[in-house]
Every structure is written in structure tokens, then in C-alpha cells.
């Protein structure tokens, strides 16, 4: 079969080769089954191990867009006693702060230049500054104007302050190499249709294991999107 190849300039969705067009054409398979099962078990370990030992860390598929996956790890993480803060340098870290704001999290803003480098000193200060922080959500790289974030750094402030640690790694997740547990990050959200080419509609969470697993008393703020269920 030939396809039309169009070659799309955008960073996601992104043009995706006929073996990953054909790939699809598979025979029906039934979601109740264990074929199934397996598929998405086999699915979500192979993505895992681009981040982080399947032994500790897990990931969760959406079917969704990225943003979704982001949503679905903001509303699910934060206990009603938790307070997030968030780097905004950017669309997308703007986007973090329109989900905290509609699930009526107590967040903190940080705003930074969307093309110069985070101010590591400033951020300190910050979290040293305000009372009561368990959660810090960044990008690590910033779609829209292309700034790569100093995720390592900030994770290490996270540990430093026993701050969980959340990346939207969209972008940067397949092209730029992330470790989870060097960088410290409990959560990192990446998605089908950006670095590695496939087609758009599913989200991952990597999560965790341990951090996943404390989130089962965090009363549900959705269902669909909760991360723990
Ligand atoms: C593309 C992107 C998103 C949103 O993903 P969608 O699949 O378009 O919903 C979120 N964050 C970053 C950094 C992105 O590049």
C-alpha cells in the first residue's frame, strides 16, 4: 500500500512512517482479555525502561492527549493538605497552573523567563520561604520556545527539601535521556506522539511505585483521571 508522505513541521503530532501506520491494521482483539493485558503490560514496561527500573517505577497509559496524562498526575498526587509549586516559564507551565487553579489546589507560582535559564538561588529561596510545600511540577523542555529546563538541578533541591517531585517531559522524553531516580522525580508525564513518532491518543504517567502507592488515601478528584485507581 502506498501512503502520501506529508512531513510535518510541528513538534507533535509528529509524521509517522508506514510501518507505524500499518502497524495498526491488526485483527480485532477484545479489552476483556488477557491478550490484552499483556499487550499493554508489555507496553507499559518497554516505556518505563526509558526512565527507570520497571522494579520501582510503573507506568499508567491514558487514552487522551498529553495534557490529559498531565491533568490526571496534578489531580491525583496532591493531598487536600498538600501545596504544589510550580515553575512557569512557558505555555505549558502556564497550562499546569489552569489545572491546579480549576481542581482548587493550594499552589505557588514561580515565574521565570520562558528563554533564560531557571534562577537555581531565586527557586531556593522560594521553597525555603514558603511554608508547607509537598509538591514542585516543571517542564523540561519547553515546547514552545525550545528552553531546555535544568531538571537534574531542580530535583535535587526536591530531595534536599523532601519535595515530591513532578516533570511534564513531553518533549524531552525518547530524545533527551531522563533518570528518574538520579533526578529525583516521582512523577513524569510524556505522551505517543511526540519523540518517538507514534501515533497521537495515549498519555503515560510514569510514576513512582512507592509515591503512586501513598496517593491510595488522597480522596478521588475525578475518576476516568485518577492516577492511583
Ligand atoms: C505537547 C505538549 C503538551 C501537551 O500535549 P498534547 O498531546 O498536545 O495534549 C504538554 N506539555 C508539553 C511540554 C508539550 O510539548
Known sequence: MQIKRNV????????TTDSVKLAQVVTDICPREKEFGDL???????????VGDPKDYVTVLFGGSGTATVEAILSSVVPENGRILIIDNGAYGKRMCQITKIYKLD?????????????LKALEEVIKGEKGLTHLAMIHHETTTGLLNDIA?????CATYKISFIVDSMSGFAAIP??????????????????????????FAICNKKALLATES????????????
Do not use: W
Open 218 to 229: 488522597i480522596p478521588m478528584r475525578n475518576l476516568y483521571l485518577n492516577l492511583y485507581a
Open 40 to 50: 499493554m503490560e508489555y507496553c507499559a514496561t518497554e516505556i518505563t525502561k526509558f
Open 178 to 203: 531522563v533518570d528518574m531516580k538520579a533526578m529525583n522525580i516521582d512523577y513524569l508525564a510524556a505522551s505517543s506522539n511526540k519523540n518517538i513518532q507514534g501515533m497521537a491518543g495515549i498519555g
Open 107 to 119: 499552589t505557588v507560582v514561580f515565574e521565570s523567563s520562558s528563554i533564560e535559564p531557571i534562577d
Open 8 to 15: 510535518l513541521l510541528n513538534p507533535g503530532p509528529a509524521t
Open 153 to 157: 538541578a531542580v530535583g535535587k533541591l
